[in-house]
């Protein structure tokens, strides 16, 4: 059973590009989570997503930043016009159907976006 | 949401037993307590969970005392491949799925 993927793993933007990170859930998985971790600081919470619908975005800057889970496909996460201050780790996890919020979360191995 | 608070860094020589305190004084009494684990250029993994008492598993043990406003995660004989991040999490039971807050986590240096 695969772990949860994540393309690409490093991606270089120059200032005002768009960048589009993708996260591939655990097979099984219905629930998928985006996390962003700047140098030498913990994770932060951006937004929860189940199949179709964006359940918890409180996390996530109002303006640029999107998150998609569709019927079929990734996750995508895509970041309008990126600034340098947008460098930073994303980690995509998920956890499966009926979770709660005792279950487990798994991790992806992150993309680290670097705007130039 | 219970804020925890743990030590910056910690140092090991490989084969020692390392214990990492974390307080979660404001702990609400559907709060779990769990702790998360992470290598550089990585996600974090999940380690244990647990809400009091002791839990063991094959990579850790942690100790929750009766007032549950701490936590100890002890990892027996360590290697060096377990240097590394480790979080401590008070993850609040509502029944449903819901994000996880991180803190800045404790930074574990093993050498020989």
Request: net charge positive; charged share 20%.
């Amino acid at each position: 059973n695969a772990g949860v993927m994540q393309n690409p793993r490093h991606l270089v933007r120059r200032r005002g590009q768009e960048a589009r990170l993708r996260c591939s859930p655990m097979k099984g998985h219905s629930h998928v989570y985006w996390y962003r971790q700047l140098p030498e600081e913990g994770l932060k919470f951006m937004v929860y997503l189940q199949k179709e619908n964006i359940i918890d975005e409180s996390g996530m800057p109002k303006e640029r930043f999107s998150a998609e889970f569709p019927k079929e496909g990734p996750s995508i996460l895509r970041i309008q016009q990126v600034v340098r201050g947008d460098s930073a780790a994303y980690f995509c996890a998920s956890s499966p159907p009926l979770a709660g919020d005792r279950d487990t979360q798994y991790f992806g191995p992150g993309t680290r976006l670097t705007v130039l | 949401l219970a804020k925890t608070t743990q030590p910056i860094s910690m140092d090991s020589y490989e084969g020692q037993e390392v214990n990492i305190t974390c307080s979660h004084n404001n702990i609400a009494t559907n709060d779990y307590i769990t702790w998360y684990q992470q290598f550089p250029s990585q996600g974090p993994r999940f380690i244990i969970q647990g809400y009091k008492t002791k839990v063991t598993n094959e990579v850790a043990s942690l100790f929750i005392p009766a007032d549950r406003k701490s936590s100890t995660l002890s990892l027996p004989r360590v290697s060096l491949s377990d240097t590394a991040v480790y979080y401590c999490l008070v993850v609040p039971y509502t029944g449903t799925a819901s994000k996880l807050t991180f803190g800045t986590g404790t930074r574990l240096q093993v050498t020989l």
